[in-house]
């Protein structure tokens, strides 16, 4: 498809349990953004990628939260020790260089920690 | 990056147009306004942006104030699908879309 893709959509995860959240954005989009959102909530960024350089990771709540992008496309988001407060949908987004340009969602990964 | 203030909610009669509305006092002169709409279990969803002049798209209208302090998007005649959370929000130069509570928009048949 021809938009960016998450992937899985759904996770249950055990509590101590450590996930990963993989992103495909749109090919050709140098910019990678992550966000969290709980129930209820509007999202919240987690952090920024240019190509493969992280810009920006202010968002990132822990050191339990580790996000890389090693060639400049997919990403993936790592959280270690899942805690029950993680639990939320993770959205990713894209878009060009630019601040004119549009910024694209994926549908997001639903994380559950039980 | 500066902040917006909308209504919580808004509420809409279908095939009525809806105004709602944004302020962003503190916006920036290369501060773009964009907007976005969330439905419900479904990522954010790209409505309109612009910078200084009013925009059309397909989806809507965007009108923007001489002074840039606020703006006011347009949907021209609201749907039922038109239902969501929707997300007035500045990008700044860190280039990150820092989201707020929005409003939420009922329509009714």
């Known amino acids: 498809g021809a938009g960016v893709s998450q992937s899985p959509r759904y996770k249950v995860a055990k509590r101590g349990q450590d996930v990963a959240l993989r992103c495909d954005p749109i090919s050709g989009h140098v910019s990678l953004f992550w966000y969290q959102q709980a129930l209820g909530q509007g999202p919240e960024f987690l952090t920024y990628?240019?190509?493969?350089?992280?810009?920006?990771k202010s968002g990132l709540p822990s050191d339990r939260f580790f996000a890389e992008r090693p060639e400049g496309s997919v990403s993936t988001l790592k959280i270690q020790r899942t805690q029950q407060e993680d639990s939320a949908v993770y959205l990713c987004?894209?878009?060009?260089?630019?601040?004119?340009?549009?910024?694209?969602f994926g549908e997001g990964s639903w994380l559950t920690v039980v | 990056d500066a902040k917006t203030t909308q209504p919580n909610s808004m509420e809409s009669n279908e095939e009525e147009p809806v105004h709602l509305p944004c302020n962003h006092s503190?916006?920036?002169?290369?501060?773009?306004i964009h907007w976005y709409r969330q439905l419900p279990s479904q990522g954010p969803e790209y409505v309109i942006h612009?910078?200084?002049s009013n925009v059309n798209n397909r989806m809507a209208s965007l009108a923007i104030a001489e002074d840039r302090k606020s703006s006011t998007l347009i949907l021209h005649r609201a749907t039922l699908r038109d239902a969501a959370v929707y997300y007035c929000?500045?990008?700044?130069?860190?280039?990150?879309?820092?989201f707020g509570q929005g409003t939420t928009l009922q329509v009714k048949p």
């Open positions: 987004a894209s878009s060009l260089l630019g601040l004119g340009n549009t910024i694209y």
């Open positions: 612009g910078l200084t």
């Open positions: 503190t916006i920036s002169g290369t501060d773009y």
């Open positions: 929000i500045l990008r700044g130069y860190t280039g990150k879309l820092i």
């Open positions: 990628f240019q190509n493969e350089a992280q810009l920006d």
